[in-house]
């Protein structure tokens, strides 16, 4: 095993010539000899920078009178890295190096955290280094999660395999140069991971036994479910297994707005009848929450009674009901709040929580993810099943597609396992790849114990760094008076209240501990002006702080538009120039996440991008040199022309035909209902559907979904009226239309819309008629 550390932290004099320092530099020999690494350092900062930066570290001997280095804390500098190691590492094996203090003077929690001490002088060096070289390999296995080390243990076994893939390990692509090229470049280990259901030793991801079964449940007790079930094809298969399995044909499903593509699968799969519920809305066009008064027994049963499908369904309420959680732009609803509210109306909630699966390894986001809605904080028979769906691969790490179901199953909609099964194998497949089962179980044991809280921390205080950074590069250039003023924003509160003393503080201001610890810093309090969301209550919806953003003139929160303005495409296109590709973008505001994988500063990247964008923009630079693949692909449009002269264009078109405006009507004024959603992809399957222009859509009905980029949420489902021409959804349409045969090189993104390449008009898929 060589890609193990030890970590040694004693004074600067155990390099000198006593007798002692002679002994732990044998003791390190036998380290190394046992084929450990060692880091050595002398004080506890260099300590802590090893302990941050090396996952690697597999023991550690700690002298306890190590000086604190850099490290301000009272402390001693061994008591300081005891603690380091306890709020990253679960476990790991500690060995005290005592110099004359007896071990009946160290305080309790020093000897509950250690696993032993070492005397240099007493016990031979090789003997000392052999514990702690076993140590340090008892906890390298200890730390594996159950499939992880079952998938290890098999592959050292070295045994010829005689089932599928037909590779046999990688054996297949030796035998030609382009398979030869793949095996390189993949490398031996993953081919030969990638094995057959077949091999018994390794369980089963249908049957959930052995090692994959127990990796199941270890998942399901870090995420604080009762039932975790594993998906290799992404959160889109998890919402559809959900959907199928919990509403029957021609029953209701209640469904956010605001919802994936792939929820709607769901319904077309199970035949569902859906009522749509609506999320608010705010000036700049980002979809917030769905609103309290939305999803109250009263607006539920109005808007199923108003719904025509509604109406003749088969079953009298609503069987099931699914939310985005967070949503898109990072905000997370108090989830026990939204189950008592939607327990008046049906029995099973699914939080589809696709970029949220970290929220339980942080205390800001407590009381905020579906699985924390359980027999405690809701007892009672009204207690609703919860179901929460997670892309792992999206925000924690594993391999793409690997996802996960969790359920908390109440008495009143029970989830018997062999049902559920049924669901998720009709969606499934009988050849799993057991990289991103282990990448799956690996993802949960990451998350497990203190390391996970420390993980997700880190995201949380570089979001928040850069937060606050840019608040101050606006008021530093407020304050030099010499040149045109900073534009950008981070749509955040402006104040917040430290909840200790009542102490309001400038958001810039506000210690980082408290932005990173306080959940009420990140409340949407009702009526604040930043966010601009009517209708809400106190602590009923939060922003997290690691969805970043950033705003750009033209636009407030409440939809008023000034005079010039900066629409993010343009400012999109100028980062993507510099390879920052943010996640997405919005009229006026731009998405940029701050994830698990940040490392310190990344973020200054992004800041210096920002700036350079100012400059360019305050000299009105040419736009052959600031988006020059622009220039190249539509010289007769963009030749010769500024950046500031596009940008007020845009923004003028915008502004003209009112976008934002027109959008946030197609969103709250929902096109009617026709038919149900299956109804369509039956008709679809045998031509009864065809492709319409925008021109002689009215009057038709959808038969396919229409989702618009910028923002990403449904305009319109299959079996919806598109209605007339001067309706919502056609104004919001043809508007978008416009403004892409405007704006070559900065077109929406539409699923659902085929755009011809040479006329630039839309085309949308709608029922024949009869
Ligand atoms: C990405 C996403 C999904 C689908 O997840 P995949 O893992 O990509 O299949 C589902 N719901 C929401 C809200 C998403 O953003």
Not at 180 to 197: C, K, T, V
Not at 245 to 255: C, H, T
Not at 451 to 471: H, K, Y
Request: glycine residues 10%.
């Amino acid at each position: 095993m060589t890609d193990s550390t030890i970590l040694i932290a004693v004074p600067e004099q155990a390099r000198g010539e006593g007798v002692g320092a002679g002994q732990l530099r044998r003791i390190r020999d036998g380290i190394e000899a046992g084929g450990c690494a060692v880091r050595w350092v002398s004080d506890a900062g260099d300590a802590d920078a090893v302990l941050r930066t090396e996952a690697g570290v597999a023991a550690a001997l700690v002298a306890w009178d190590l000086p604190a280095g850099g490290r301000a804390d009272a402390e001693s500098g061994g008591a300081a890295v005891l603690r380091h190691i306890g709020r990253r590492f679960h476990r790991l094996p500690v060995f005290l190096v005592m110099a004359d203090e007896g071990v009946r003077d160290l305080p309790l929690w020093v000897s509950e955290s250690v696993v032993g001490y070492v005397w240099p002088l007493e016990d031979t060096p090789s003997f000392i280094a052999g514990r702690v070289t076993a140590a340090a390999r008892a906890y390298q296995e200890a730390v594996l999660p159950p499939f992880f080390r079952a998938l290890r243990r098999f592959d050292d076994a070295h045994a010829y395999s005689w089932h599928t893939p037909a590779h046999a390990g990688g054996v297949a692509f030796l035998k030609s140069p382009v398979g030869r090229a793949f095996h390189d470049y993949f490398g031996e280990r993953l081919l030969r991971s990638d094995l057959s259901i077949s091999v018994e030793a390794l369980g089963s991801l249908f049957e959930h036994t052995g090692p994959i079964g127990e990796a199941e449940r270890n998942a399901a007790r870090v995420f604080g479910a009762d039932l975790t079930y594993f998906v290799l094809q992404g959160d889109s298969t998890c919402n559809r297994v959900v959907g199928h399995f919990s509403v029957a044909r021609d029953e209701i499903a209640l469904v956010d707005r605001n919802c994936h593509k792939s929820v709607l699968h769901g319904l077309v799969v199970s035949g569902a009848r859906p009522v749509y519920l609506v999320p608010t809305r705010n000036g700049y066009g980002l979809a917030g929450p769905l609103p309290p008064a939305e999803i109250d027994a009263a607006s539920v049963t109005a808007r199923i009674s108003s719904n025509p499908l509604a109406r003749e369904a088969s079953s009298e309420g609503a069987e099931y009901a699914v939310f985005t959680n967070s949503t898109y732009d990072g905000l997370c609803y108090d989830a026990l709040a939204t189950a008592r509210a939607f327990a008046a109306s049906t029995p099973r909630l699914h939080f589809d929580e696709a970029w949220f699966a970290y929220a339980r390894f942080h205390p800001l986001y407590a009381g905020r993810y579906g699985m924390s809605v359980g027999p405690a904080g809701f007892p009672g028979p009204e207690r609703p099943t919860v179901f929460a769906t997670q892309s792992t691969h999206k925000l924690l790490a594993a391999l793409s597609q690997s996802a996960m179901v969790h359920v908390r199953p109440a008495p009143r909609a029970p989830v018997e396992h062999h049902r559920f099964n049924e669901a998720l194998m009709m969606h499934g497949t009988t050849s799993p790849l057991y990289p991103m089962i282990a990448s799956l179980d690996v993802a949960a044991a990451m998350m497990d114990g203190p390391q996970g809280e420390c993980l997700v921390d880190e995201a949380v205080t570089e979001a928040v760094r850069f937060r606050q950074e840019m608040v101050r590069v606006r008021r530093r250039i407020e304050a030099a008076g010499d040149r045109p003023p900073w534009f950008f924003g981070v749509w955040q509160p402006d104040a917040v209240t430290d909840p200790a003393n009542g102490d309001r503080l400038p958001f810039e201001e506000a210690p980082a501990d408290l932005l990173r610890t306080e959940p009420s810093c990140w409340h949407l309090e009702p009526g604040a002006a930043w966010h601009g969301f009517p209708g809400l209550t106190r602590g009923y919806c939060m922003l997290d702080p690691v969805k970043v953003t950033l705003t750009c003139p033209g636009v407030d929160a409440t939809g008023d538009m000034a005079d010039w303005g900066i629409p993010a495409r343009v400012l999109t296109a100028y980062l993507a120039t510099r390879d920052i590709v943010v996640e997405k973008t919005d009229s006026y505001t731009t998405l940029v996440l701050f994830s698990m994988g940040i490392t310190k500063g990344k973020w200054g990247t992004l800041l210096d991008a920002l700036m350079d964008f100012k400059a360019l923009y305050d000299a009105d630079a040419p736009l052959d040199r600031v988006l020059p693949g622009l220039t190249a692909g539509h010289p007769g449009r963009y030749a010769g022309r500024g950046l500031r002269e596009l940008c007020q264009e845009m923004h003028g078109q915008l502004r003209s035909v009112r976008l934002v405006e027109l959008l946030d009507r197609a969103f709250q004024e929902l096109p009617a209902p026709v038919v149900p959603p299956q109804h369509c992809y039956q008709r679809l399957l045998r031509g009864g559907t065809e492709r319409v222009p925008l021109g002689q859509a009215s009057g038709r009905v959808a038969a396919a979904m229409v989702t618009v980029t910028p923002p990403g949420i449904p305009v319109l489902m299959p079996g919806e009226a598109v209605g007339d021409p001067d309706g919502p959804l056609l104004r919001y349409m043809s508007a978008l239309e416009s403004f892409d045969r405007r704006f070559p090189g900065f077109h929406s993104e539409t699923h659902g819309v085929e755009r011809d390449p040479d006329s630039g008009d839309y085309r949308i898929e709608c029922l024949r008629l009869a």
